[in-house]
């Protein structure tokens, strides 16, 4: 695992969770001590804790966490004691059902996900909302970002599978696709990013190069445009380096939205403990400055000490 928040030694639930019913339970709300317990204990930890907080004061954390909290502060809390899939889910929800759709939410997350993940995301989608996430999916958005989604939702893509005789023909039909850009060219193309494995996929995009002298990016990018364009981009850019991914999709979230909140908290919460350590990496090399630095300039007060905490910095990173 290259995650920053790893099973913190010599862990103890129940002193944990009487730390937490303190802090929660007192006058004023002892956030620090949120902050130390919630983001130095990895998930199954933290989920143990909710357990024994629920037998020692028979209260749901989550509840309390909500309760005595509030804004950005509240979310990142409340967001780390979501299991995995379930934290997926209820992002998803909330980019499906909110006054307006977001779309980057459900591309950074349907467009990164493996067949196991995506399976249990639509597991917990189901418990949790009582509805079947690509049902909400085919009602909320719409055209070929649909069905692209729809697609992804379906968690069908191939695994381990490469076959080279194959590829220079995937890569003839994207660069058709590219070209000819009739409904049907769109849904060949979506069709291959979205169900070859990704062993075939690096070997169509190097095909595509030869056949069309132009990276499989630029090429989707000068031929479509709006979400549909965003959420192919996003296939392509997560099967080749997804902390790259990750990494450009924090920096556009802190610099070109005035700091977008939610997505700065989801791909922390989220990436914690798979490659946040590799996101930090990828962040530093291509934007000069670390991941550290400009959470700490653009956020504040135990919000930013939280996102520091997730985010785990070398001393370098002051």
């Known amino acids: 695992t290259q995650g920053t928040i790893l099973p913190a030694p010599n862990f103890n ?7 937490l019913g303190g802090a929660l339970q007192g006058i004023s709300c002892e956030k620090d001590v949120l902050i130390e317990i919630l983001t130095q204990r990895c998930n199954s ?47 998803l929800w909330h980019a499906l059902k909110g006054v307006d759709t977001e779309e980057k939410c459900l591309i950074d997350i349907l467009a990164s996900r493996s067949n196991m993940e995506i399976f249990q995301m639509k597991e917990a989608y189901l418990m949790q909302y009582n509805t079947d996430l690509q049902q909400d999916i085919d009602s909320e958005t719409s055209g070929h970002f649909r069905d692209t989604l729809i697609n992804l939702a379906q968690g069908t893509r191939m695994e381990g599978y490469a076959d080279p005789s194959t590829a220079a023909q995937d890569a003839m039909i994207l660069w058709e696709a590219c070209q000819q850009k009739t409904g049907e060219h769109k849904n060949m193309l979506q069709m ?3 169900n070859r494995s990704h062993q075939q996929l690096w070997m169509v995009f190097q095909e595509f190069q030869n056949i069309s ?3 499989i990016v630029d090429a989707i990018n000068e031929c479509y445009d709006g979400y549909f364009q ?18 450009y999709r924090l920096y556009n979230a802190i ?7 939610k997505t700065v908290i989801r791909i922390l919460i989220a990436r914690s403990e798979i490659d946040l350590m590799n996101i930090r990496q990828r962040y530093k090399e291509r934007y000069g400055k670390s991941l550290f630095h400009d959470i700490k300039h653009f956020a504040s007060g135990h919000y930013e000490s939280a996102l520091l905490a ?5 001393t370098e990173d002051y």
């Open 230 to 247: 965003e959420l192919l981009v996003a296939i392509v850019l997560c099967i080749r380096d997804k902390p790259s991914y990750f990494a």
């Open 45 to 91: 930890q933290r989920l143990m804790i909710a357990e024994a907080y629920r037998d020692m004061y028979s209260r749901d954390l989550i509840t309390d966490l909500k309760e005595n909290l509030s804004h950005h502060f509240k979310e990142v809390m409340v967001g780390l004691m979501y299991p995995p899939a379930s934290y997926d889910a209820h992002e």
């Open 310 to 314: 997730i985010c785990a910095g070398d």
């Open 255 to 261: 610099h070109d939205f005035g700091f977008h909140n």
């Open 192 to 194: 291959i990013l979205c």
């Open 13 to 19: 639930p129940i002193m944990d969770a009487q730390l």
């Open 213 to 215: 002298g132009q990276d």
